[in-house]
């Protein structure tokens, strides 16, 4: 199969690629990449657990071509952090146990990211809606939300 040229600016890195047009974005981040920090749930854009920021927006990566981000400023769990400080929300979860097995934890971290960016002052029930596409088997959500309300008014304060 014939592979065309892409330009993906993914964590501020530039990356020109060579990739086939039927490569999801996520397995273009994993795979090409090498990115596995945006995991693989259920491929059918359902649990979000491949949730990456483009351009701004929460996007499920398995439901997204590499092709289709040329050009494109993208944003991965491993952008978040800086060298020596985790991100407000990495840390809220971290701090408020937001997290158990932690495979769904990088897509609920990122969509948080890109709806706090949005919505900086959300409510409990924004936030719930905001996170309703990501799924979780072992938290049952408190303490996710607890983690993501807390954040957001670290983020607020800084």
């Known amino acids: 199969m014939k592979k065309h040229p892409v ?14 047009p039927r490569k999801t974005l996520l397995a273009t981040l994993r795979d ?48 978040l952090a800086s060298r020596d400080q985790l991100h ?16 769904c934890t990088p897509g609920f971290i990122v969509a948080s990211k890109a709806f706090l960016d949005e919505n900086p002052n959300a ?9 309703g596409n990501n799924i979780c088997r072992c938290t049952g959500y408190t303490k996710i939300i607890e983690a993501v309300m807390s954040a957001a008014e670290v983020m607020r304060n800084s």
């Open 32 to 79: 090409t990449i090498g990115l596995t920090g945006t995991k693989e749930g259920c491929s059918t854009g359902d649990c979000g657990a491949c949730t990456v920021i483009v351009d701004g927006k929460a996007v499920t990566s398995c439901m997204m071509l590499g092709v289709s981000a040329n050009d494109k400023e993208i944003t991965t769990i491993e952008g």
């Open 88 to 103: 407000p929300i990495q840390q809220a979860f971290m701090d408020k146990g937001g997290y158990q097995c932690g495979f």
């Open 7 to 20: 330009s993906l600016t993914v964590n501020t890195d530039t990356y020109d690629l060579l990739i086939e």
């Open 123 to 131: 409510t409990e029930a924004e936030i719930r809606h905001a996170l």
